[in-house]
């Protein structure tokens, strides 16, 4: 059974920093064709925020480019979002996402997606 699980979240002030972590077990990180973070937050959709794919290639959407990073570390099946120079409207729960299936990293669907953690809450007060 293919589980993802995320932590880190934490509430933090403006201007920090947080990594969070998705630990994945039941399938070999490396097999994942794709895998990304997504975040809601009250009210609103859910949104990819960051992607990456076997190639290695990463993409970010506008609203967290140039403060947040995404990357991986295969031998401990980890994935993680470095994020930098936190915002209040980054405040949402943070979701890491699996793809069987290779993808475009610009392409942030959440349909192509197989396997969700559960989330981790992260809030930033100013």
């Known amino acids: 059974q293919v589980q993802l699980m995320e932590s880190g979240g934490d509430s933090v002030q403006a201007g920090g920093s947080l990594r969070l972590s998705c630990v994945v077990s039941?399938?070999?990180?490396?097999?994942?064709?794709?895998m990304a973070w997504f975040r809601q937050a009250p009210g609103k959709e859910r949104e990819g925020v960051a992607t990456t794919n076997i190639a290695g290639s990463t993409s970010y959407s506008d609203s967290i480019k140039g403060r947040f990073t995404i990357s991986s570390d295969s031998p401990k099946n980890t994935l993680y979002l470095q994020m930098n120079g936190l915002k209040p409207e980054d405040t949402a729960m943070y979701y890491c996402?699996?793809?069987?299936?290779?993808?475009?990293?610009?392409?942030?669907?959440?349909?192509?997606?197989?396997?969700w953690g559960q989330g981790t809450q992260v809030t930033v007060s100013s």
């Open positions: 039941g399938y070999t990180y490396r097999d994942f064709g794709c």
């Open positions: 996402a699996a793809a069987r299936r290779f993808c475009w990293v610009a392409n942030r669907d959440e349909s192509l997606y197989d396997y």
